[in-house]
């Protein structure tokens, strides 16, 4: 079956402009979540979404970036104003419902902010 | 979270068991531990979890020490495919985020 999608695969923007980044998760998961990856780091969480509520997002950086979640499918995650130090892999994941085994994780999504 | 520690780095011949170790000596008794993978360019990949049992799947074998202070991955015959960075996870079952670490970098050599 399919796996979790996320679009675009490459994003390059400039310094200042607002991105969208967009993930499809598994079919029937009601989780999804959040991650981003800088060069040579590990993953750093950014918010979980049950359903289309989102009971954690903790790990936003700062008000700049949010996320919605609608149908409780489709996820988009906003960056508005961007900086060079947005620059990082954002992944998405999903599971089948809250604290289930294994969250799937998508391809990722590279923006690079110049 | 507990924090976990990792070796940074391993080798492994092919077709060699790999055992990739893991400390977590804060860990608490509702705490789970996880394995995932993450190959150069991917998402990471769930391998398995434990709580005190030793567990097997088709991937792996997870070992964790009686005392659940420390445990292991074990990768029964690595591949060339097997070469990625193993982060070991301890989390609650009912919450919801991953803590990931640096991992282990496993580089599995012909």
């Known amino acids: 079956g399919a796996g979790v999608s996320q679009s675009p695969s490459n994003k390059v923007t400039e310094k200042g402009k607002d991105v969208e980044l967009r993930c499809d998760p598994i079919?029937?998961?009601?989780?999804l979540y959040w991650y981003r990856q800088s060069l040579g780091q590990g993953l750093e969480f950014l918010i979980y979404?049950?359903?289309?509520?989102?009971?954690?997002k903790s790990g936003l950086p700062s008000d700049r970036f949010s996320a919605e979640r609608t149908g409780g499918s489709v996820s988009t995650l906003t960056i508005q104003r961007t900086q060079q130090e947005d620059s990082a892999v954002y992944l998405c994941?999903?599971?089948?419902?809250?604290?289930?085994?294994?969250?799937?994780f998508g391809p990722g999504t590279r923006l690079t902010v110049t | 979270d507990a924090k976990t520690t990792q070796p940074p780095s391993m080798d492994c011949a092919e077709g060699r068991a790999a055992n990739l170790p893991c400390n977590h000596s804060?860990?608490?008794?509702?705490?789970?531990v996880y394995w995932y993978r993450q190959i150069h360019s991917q998402g990471p990949q769930y391998i398995i979890h434990?709580?005190?049992n030793n567990e097997t799947n088709e991937m792996a074998s997870l070992i964790i020490t009686e005392d659940r202070k420390s445990s292991t991955l074990i990768l029964p015959h690595a591949t060339l495919r097997d070469t990625a960075v193993y982060y070991c996870?301890?989390?609650?079952?009912?919450?919801?985020?991953?803590?990931f670490g640096t991992g282990t970098r496993l580089q599995v050599f012909p």
């Open positions: 994941a999903s599971s089948v419902g809250r604290g289930f085994n294994e969250q799937y």
């Open positions: 079919s029937g998961h009601t989780a």
């Open positions: 979404f049950q359903g289309n509520s989102a009971p954690d």
């Open positions: 804060t860990i608490s008794g509702n705490e789970y």
């Open positions: 434990g709580l005190k």
């Open positions: 996870i301890v989390r609650v079952r009912n919450t919801d985020k991953l803590i």
